[in-house]
T-cell receptor
Framework: DGGITQSPKYLFRKEGQNVTLSCEQN?????MYWYRQDPGQGLRLIYYSQIVNDFQKGDIAEGYSVSREKKESFPLTVTSAQKNPTAFYLC????????????FGQGTRLTVV | AQSVTQLDSQVPVFEEAPVELRCNYSSSVSVYLFWYVQYPNQGLQLLLK??????LVKGINGFEAEFNKSQTSFHLRKPSVHISDTAEYFC???????????FGTGTRLKVLA
């Protein structure tokens, strides 16, 4: 079955540590996205990538980094510079420019302890 | 710039009653509109989408939405809700020539027995 796989589902991090969230898709989609979800704030765009080896900052990129070395993979690193990293992180992909829906993974809940 | 407003953060409704979840958008380009549903600790699932053509769009689980360009709205409706419809619903907009999806802050639908 085609889809988007995020791992792990739950992640705990100590303050001051970097952590990487995995996102893999087998839909052959060009575009991939990372969103952060906090209660009452909806989904906020962190980074997105239109094509391999290219990515752009979204609205809340500070404290995060990404890479897009392969079409099917778009990992997100939450760095120690992110002041409030506890949140639900969602990865998505789409076939391309605007005229199609985005498909979502099941999310990773990150908790800083 | 594009934006989405979901004015109702929570909507309680009794089982088998009709429901309308409101969504208004702003955009300077041709829009594509989406409604997603999210169950607790899961990703987003597409309910329906408007890309072009008929302004009345039917989706899964008995939901429908109407695109109203003059009122810049895309309200979601269901004539008779079930307990299982209890979830959070997100309206999203994309546009011609853009890779980005902008999400509203979500509406939590609670169906009461």
């Amino acid at each position: 079955d085609g889809g988007i796989t995020q791992s792990p589902k739950y992640l705990f991090r100590k303050e001051g540590q970097n952590v990487t969230l995995s996102c893999e898709q087998n839909l052959n989609h060009d575009a991939m996205y990372w969103y952060r979800q906090d209660p009452g704030q909806g989904l906020r765009l962190i980074y997105y990538s239109q094509i391999v080896n290219d990515f752009q900052k979204g609205d809340i990129a500070e404290g995060y980094s990404v890479s897009r070395e392969k079409k099917e993979s778009f990992p997100l690193t939450v760095t120690s510079a992110q002041k409030n990293p506890t949140a639900f992180y969602l990865c998505a992909s789409s076939i391309g420019v605007g005229r199609r829906e985005a498909f979502f993974g099941q999310g990773t809940r990150l908790t800083v302890v | 710039a594009q934006s989405v407003t979901q004015l109702d953060s929570q909507v309680p409704v009794f089982e088998e009653a009709p429901v309308e979840l409101r969504c208004n958008y702003s955009s300077s380009v041709s829009v594509y509109l989406f409604w997603y549903v999210q169950y607790p600790n899961q990703g987003l699932q597409l309910l329906l989408k408007y890309l072009s053509g008929s302004t009345l769009v039917k989706g899964i689980n008995g939901f429908e939405a109407e695109f109203n360009k003059s009122q810049t709205s895309f309200h979601l409706r269901k004539p008779s809700v079930h307990i299982s419809d209890t979830a959070e619903y997100f309206c999203a907009v994309s546009g011609e020539g853009t890779y980005k999806y902008i999400f509203g802050t979500g509406t939590r639908l609670k169906v009461l027995a």
